[in-house]
């Protein structure tokens, strides 16, 4: 359970901004870390467990049959990843409480960032892929919501567009590849997919899903040719990019890589596509990186670069380049995590980014500079900090890689030479900024921050050192449970974290790096006027450019398609029916089947004639539109009736519930539709239709008549034989609804409701004609409400209730349950309203009925959640027996509150649509608030 309430902490947290954003800032802020400082020291209770490589596995039943269970793991990479967003979203929180002015929503703030913690939690904590690409997709709605926090900028709402789009088709390749692994290997397990890496690696669809693996890994971590959508994202607060683009989402990617090293790893396909994208990034970042005058797109750059760096070493293909990868991990999101902290107070007291109008701060600021400068030499990679130890060591294993064969020796040259422009950029980022002259034409004088906002800062800023200087202290057992984690075994292979290793290659090489980072910085005038003599090319509106030609493109492509004539929909609809329907029965050598056909007598044949006689009726008079509604009324009767004589009374109930109110619904709103409608199809046209029908006609009536004709084994008799002993009723149709197939019930109650919603908002702008006679011209009757109708309907009303609580209670071993009861309601309800019109129905019956479709759908939803509580899977049900006084034994389960939130669901919905529709020519009829 302490996994799950890790997991379930922040996302419990996501409601704690939304209550106290009336409260003062601090106290907002406060509340807001408190459940997840809880989560921060339940984790740290599991250190020694996971440092001692114990199974550490939590699994709840959701929906076994698919795959689907919650479930988490923790594990040595999990550990560190959680560590990372739990202790530096911390920090964020106090940041963000001094970096947000008075005007900005911070409950709003806290909340998106609440929801994307919760999402990088379930991420690197789920043991179920199919449960991690949820998260997956929720990191980028969530980043979507923070990037886009200051809406009224243009360049943040097309930065939110760009990494949404961006990310979310990487997450659409994902969830691809994890599907095929999933079906390959069995299962969605993520132990049993890290199990089975023999498996995966031999199949023949390997490079297909790996190929769409690494396209949603490389999209989440910008890495080439998906890094433009980072730089653009730095229109976010800066809180954001600190977490978001530096220690937390971009490194999504990058976990996803390691988690599924053991399993995907060692291919040279493997090897190919993530060394030389990893490659490809850690050049283009670092080189984009140096010529950037914002301050934060410089430090976006360098985060690409670096991301680059740790995805080459996770294709290298050797075990100590992994290990070295994770080390990167560390170390980068405290150095980087801390510049963008510190971009952000400079920001904030100064009032810009702009390093061409930022110079000299240091004696404004000179406690940040110092700051700035540890973290700026930590990410160049000067000893006695923790990037010079990471970077020593990637740069010793690119001189024990063999990945272009002979010509292998380029690859310490390239990573020589990004070293190179990591020193250029960071010494760019500390002269420009801290000294160059003084500052160019600020908004405000600049001055340091108070205290509490740079105590992140120090508190990153001095990890940096002491992992620099005790780097076996610090990191060392944390380091090796996360690598072990990586490669799939409980031995790690030697590595060394000491300062000194003597005078070797890699030592040359950063020293390389170092002097030829000065040389670079103090000759950049040139290389600036050699970069801005290049075409320049702006990523964001050549995506811009690119979503409306695509966009315009769809457009061209929807209007030849669908041109607005149902006739034409409908064509192409019915006819792809007869083509893919009609080929497979060219392939069955005899319709008919073995099986014994039932006779025909003179009931059946009856009814089969009226049922024909009415839709011909209906389609012949379909042009007026009253006869027409009667027409298919007596076609659903004897549909209701053929229910009935083949012992379905429950669909026949349902369906004459249905009929009456689909007749109320068209007869409201035919009242606004012509009553007759002129003959405008051509002859041609008529032809092509009866054509058409025909042939659907006859390959549906083949099809069943192939179907029905043939034995075959039904799954009813499961029902049958485990309605009353597992679901506690005889009425196994009722049974198969609220227990059975309850996830299916939930389902289409949720879309009923949002259906009826959706209709009620539709109606709130349609300006609709109301008529003042009939067809032929004769006005309507000045009586309005009947005397007779009215007091008819007024006497069926208690009885029709009396009658729909009798349908409900008895619905779980007789015919009935929620739903029809939910109908007879509605249409007693709605009865009154045709009845005594809505002015008498608003003063006696005031409900807003979106109310009772939220509260049906609640009530139905925590019926399920309340299964977990006994740990069972979700809408598990559960009945007893009881006695109870003057009644008796009575049967009570729990399937019953189901039944009810489907009941009230219902009837919200039925209502909301027919009355909305019936009050369009009344003085209630539903508006926008704004138009009142």
């Known amino acids: 359970m302490t996994l799950l309430w890790i997991l379930l902490l922040p996302m419990l947290g996501t409601l704690v901004p939304v209550l106290t954003a009336k409260w003062s800032r601090s106290a907002c802020a406060l509340l807001t870390a408190l459940p997840v400082v809880v989560a921060f020291l339940l984790l740290i209770s599991q250190t020694q467990a996971v440092f001692a490589a114990e199974n550490l596995r939590y699994s709840l039943a959701w929906v076994p049959l698919l795959g689907l269970d919650i479930a988490l793991r923790l594990d040595g990479l999990a550990y560190l990843f959680a560590l990372l967003i739990l202790g530096i979203g911390l920090l964020i929180i106090l940041y963000a409480r001094y970096y947000l002015s008075a005007r900005d929503s911070m409950g709003r703030f806290y909340t998106f960032l609440m929801l994307f913690m919760t999402a990088m939690l379930g991420i690197v904590l789920s043991n179920n892929v199919l449960q991690l690409w949820l998260f997956w997709e929720l990191t980028s709605i969530s980043s979507f919501l923070l990037i886009s926090f200051w809406w009224h900028k243009s360049e943040a709402r097309r930065g939110a567009r760009m990494a949404l789009t961006i990310t979310g088709a990487g997450g659409l390749c994902l969830l691809a590849a994890l599907l095929i692994i999933g079906r390959i290997v069995g299962s969605y397990d993520l132990d049993v997919i890290l199990a089975s890496g023999d498996v995966l690696l031999a199949h023949s669809w390997y490079p297909v899903f790996l190929v769409l693996f690494l396209l949603g890994c490389f999209t989440k971590s910008a890495q080439f040719p998906f890094h433009f959508w980072l730089p653009n994202a730095m229109a976010a607060p800066t809180p954001v990019s600190a977490y978001l683009h530096s220690a937390t989402m971009v490194k999504a990617g990058i976990f996803l890589l390691a988690r599924f090293y053991p399993a995907l790893a060692g291919s ?140 292998s020796w380029l690859i310490p040259v390239l990573a020589t030479i990004a070293a190179i422009f990591s020193v250029a950029y960071s010494l760019r980022l500390i002269h420009d900024v801290f000294f160059n002259g003084e500052p160019k034409g600020l908004p405000k004088t600049p001055h340091e921050p108070p205290h509490l906002m740079r105590l992140p800062v120090e508190i990153l800023v001095a990890l940096c050192v002491l992992i620099g200087i005790l780097p076996v202290l610090m990191v060392g057992s944390l380091l090796s449970s996360a690598a072990a984690a990586v490669l799939g075994t409980t031995e790690v292979p030697y590595y060394s974290l000491a300062l000194w290793h003597g005078f070797n290659l890699p030592l040359l090489m950063s020293v390389i790096a170092i002097a030829m980072g000065l040389l670079i910085y103090s000759k950049r005038k040139k290389l600036f006027d050699f970069q801005s003599s290049l075409p320049g090319v702006d990523p964001l509106n050549s995506f811009e450019q690119l979503m409306k030609r695509l966009s315009r493109s769809c457009e061209r492509f929807y209007n030849w398609l669908d041109n607005g004539s149902l006739q034409r ?109 002129p003959s405008q199809s051509e002859p041609s046209r008529v032809i092509r239709d009866i054509s058409l029908a025909s042939l659907v006609g006859i390959v549906i009536g083949s099809w069943a008549y192939a179907v029905m004709t043939r034995p075959f084994n039904s799954i009813s008799d499961f029902f049958l034989a485990n309605a009353k002993t597992g679901g506690g009723g005889t009425n196994v149709v009722n049974v198969i609804l609220v227990d059975f197939r309850g996830f299916d019930t939930f389902g289409e109650i949720a879309v009923l409701g949002i259906a009826s919603l959706g209709i009620f908002k539709l109606l709130t702008r349609i300006p609709l004609f109301k008529p003042s006679s009939d067809g032929d011209g004769r006005p309507w009757t000045r009586e309005r409400h009947p005397m007779l109708l009215a007091t008819v309907a007024q006497s069926l009303l208690p009885l029709a209730l009396m009658v729909s609580v009798y349908i409900f209670f008895r619905g779980h071993n007789l015919p009935g349950g929620g739903f029809i009861a939910g109908l007879i309601t509605a249409v007693a309800l709605i009865l009154q309203y045709i009845a005594h019109g809505v002015d008498w129905m608003k003063a006696r019956v005031n409900i807003e009925y979106q109310r009772v479709v939220a509260i049906g759908l609640l009530v139905a939803l925590v019926t399920g959640l309340a299964s977990f509580l006994f740990g069972r899977p979700f809408l598990t049900s559960w009945f007893d027996y009881f006695d109870v006084p003057l009644l008796g034994e009575v049967e009570l389960a729990s399937a019953m509150a189901f039944d009810l939130g489907v009941y009230l669901t219902v009837v919200g919905s039925t209502l909301l649509i027919l009355s909305s529709l019936g009050k369009m020519t009344t003085a209630h009829r539903p508006v926008h608030k704004e138009t009142i």
């Open 268 to 407: 040279d396909l493997w090897i190919i596509l993530v060394s030389l994208t990893g490659l490809a990034t850690l050049l283009v970042g670092a080189y984009l990186a140096l010529f950037k005058h914002d301050l934060k797109a410089l430090l976006a750059y360098s985060t690409i670069s670096h991301l680059g760096l740790i995805t080459l070493l996770f294709g290298m293909g050797t075990e100590l380049a992994a290990v070295v990868g994770i080390f990167h991990i560390i170390n980068h999101a405290t150095f980087k995590a801390s510049l963008f902290m510190a971009a952000g107070i400079i920001d904030h007291e100064t009032g810009s980014r702009d390093m061409r109008r930022i110079n000299g701060l240091w004696k404004y600021m000179p406690v940040t500079g110092v700051l700035v400068m540890i973290a700026s030499a930590s990410m160049a990679g000067i000893p006695l900090l923790n990037g010079f130890l990471s970077k020593e060591m990637f740069l010793a294993e690119t001189l024990n890689q063999h990945l272009l064969g002979a010509i």
């Open 569 to 677: 929909y409908m064509v192409l609809l019915l006819s792809a029916v007869v083509v893919l329907a009609g080929l497979p029965l060219l392939e069955v050598p005899v319709l008919s089947g073995g099986r014994e056909e039932l006779p025909i007598d003179a009931v059946n044949a009856t009814g089969a004639a009226l049922l024909l006689i009415s839709a011909l009726a209906t389609v012949i008079w379909h042009r007026k539109r009253v006869v027409a509604l009667l027409m298919i009324s007596v076609v659903g009767l004897m549909v209701s009736i053929a229910f009935t004589r083949f012992s379905a009374p429950d669909l026949a109930l349902t369906q004459l519930s249905v009929e009456v109110v689909t007749v109320i619904l068209l007869m409201l709103a035919l009242f606004f539709l012509p009553h007759k409608t």
